[in-house]
Structures are given as structure tokens and as C-alpha cells.
T-cell receptor, first 113, second 114 residues
Framework: AQSVTQPDIHITVSEGASLELRCNYS??????LFWYVQSPGQGLQLLLK??????LVQGIKGFEAEFKRSQSSFNLRKPSVHWSDAAEYFC???????????FGTGTRLTIIP | DADVTQTPRNRITKTGKRIMLECSQT?????MYWYRQDPGLGLRLIYY???????NKGEISDGYSVSRQAQAKFSLSLESAIPNQTALYFC?????????????FGPGTRLLVL
């Protein structure tokens, strides 16, 4: 069965600092990987996705993620965070057709001035 | 206008009541999904539908039922609500016609069962 682990429940970073959110997955074949963001009181917005090809994917809002098959990881990064990045971030893994999209438990990001 | 809408956005109900959450989409997608979100548990799949005639149970379907009235509409019912069904419920859609199938989410319905 596929699974996703986000080991950090809550992360606090200073505005302007760099950010890395961790995501590890378990899946038997080549996974489809996603990062979603949920701002307070909002639904989920897709940040970026990986299906194949270049292992470094660029997303919206200046985010990027790198697929590392050897480490079963898909970590999300941003070089300089803004106060508006405060939100909850979810990593998800899907199979072909994505009828089985499995989410991690989320990482809540707090930005301090 | 939003591509995926959910009504109501907030709902308070009492134990034992039957309630329905509705989802509509204008994306023209065949596939629709219902998830619930609980703090510390992420999102869990309740039901999914690949088309009007194809409905499947997800990870946590007990206590829920669904109806796919049309391609654009997918409703979730709680036949007899209980307090541990208090959660944030999301509807999502996807298009199997694309090689890179992605799920798009509605804004969510916050449900409180007293």
C-alpha cells in the first residue's frame, strides 16, 4: 500500500529565510507526487507535481521540489519565505490514474517577522 | 467563478440527523472524490466516482453514502450523523483524459456534529 510521511508537524521560520519541508513516500512503482497548500480557512491549492522527467520541479509561488528515488523523498523548498506562505502543506502520492491519492498528515508552517 | 463549489460551507447539526453535503464542478471532469480532513490525520478518502454509473468506496466509507446525480454533481450524505464525523470535508475532481491527472479541490465544508 502506498503511504506518505511528513515528519515535521510544525515548522517555524523567519521571514526571508529558506525553507525545506520533508516528505517521504512508500510506493511500489514510479509514483506521482504532489504538494498542496492549504491557507487558513481555504481549500487545497496545488503547488507542484512530479510525474516523470526532470527530478527538480518548479511550482507556483516560488516553490520547488526535488524527487529523489534513492531516498524515497520529495522535499519542498523555497529560498526565501514570505509572511503569506504561512499555511499547512500536504504531500501526496498517487498511482497511475490517481484514484488512490494518499496524503501525508501535513506540516504547519509559521512565519515570524 | 470557482471551478469546484461546495455547499454549505459550514454546517452545525445534531447527533442522529441526516445531512447532505453537495459538490458541483464546472471543469467537465468525469472523476469526483470526497475526502475528510481531521487535525493530525491529513485527508482521507471517503468515496470516489469515475463516472455517473461508477461509485467506489474509499478508505473510510462507513457511515457515509454518496450520489452522483450528474457528471457535474456529487453529493455526500451522513445518514445518521455522529460527533466523530465532525471534520472538514473536501470535494475534488480530476480528468482521466490527461496523462498527468491532477485532483482539484473545492473550498471545503466544515461540519460540526453536536
Amino acid at each position: 500500500a502506498q503511504s506518505v510521511t511528513q515528519p515535521d508537524i510544525h515548522i517555524t521560520v523567519s521571514e526571508g529565510a529558506s525553507l525545506e519541508l520533508r516528505c517521504n513516500y512508500s510506493y511500489g512503482a514510479t509514483p506521482y507526487l504532489f504538494w498542496y497548500v492549504q491557507s487558513p480557512g481555504q481549500g487545497l491549492q496545488l503547488l507542484l507535481k512530479y510525474f516523470s522527467g526532470d527530478t527538480l520541479v518548479q511550482g507556483i509561488k516560488g516553490f520547488e521540489a526535488e524527487f529523489k528515488r534513492s531516498q524515497s523523498s520529495f522535499n519542498l523548498r523555497k529560498p526565501s519565505v514570505h509572511w503569506s506562505d504561512a499555511a499547512e502543506y500536504f504531500c501526496a502520492v498517487g498511482n497511475f490514474g490517481n484514484e488512490k491519492l494518499t496524503f501525508g498528515t501535513g506540516t504547519r508552517l509559521t512565519i515570524i517577522p | 467563478d470557482a471551478d469546484v463549489t461546495q455547499t454549505p460551507r459550514n454546517r452545525i447539526t445534531k447527533t442522529g440527523k441526516r445531512i447532505m453535503l453537495e459538490c458541483s464542478q464546472t471543469k467537465g471532469h468525469d472523476r469526483m472524490y470526497w475526502y475528510r480532513q481531521d487535525p493530525g490525520l491529513g485527508l482521507r478518502l471517503i468515496y470516489y466516482s469515475f463516472d455517473v454509473k461508477d461509485i467506489n468506496k474509499g478508505e473510510i466509507s462507513d457511515g457515509y453514502s454518496v450520489s452522483r446525480q450528474a457528471q457535474a454533481k456529487f453529493s455526500l450524505s451522513l445518514e445518521s450523523a455522529i460527533p466523530n464525523q465532525t471534520a472538514l470535508y473536501f470535494c475534488a475532481t480530476s480528468d482521466p483524459g490527461t496523462a498527468e491527472e491532477t485532483q482539484y479541490f473545492g473550498p471545503g465544508t466544515r461540519l460540526l456534529v453536536l
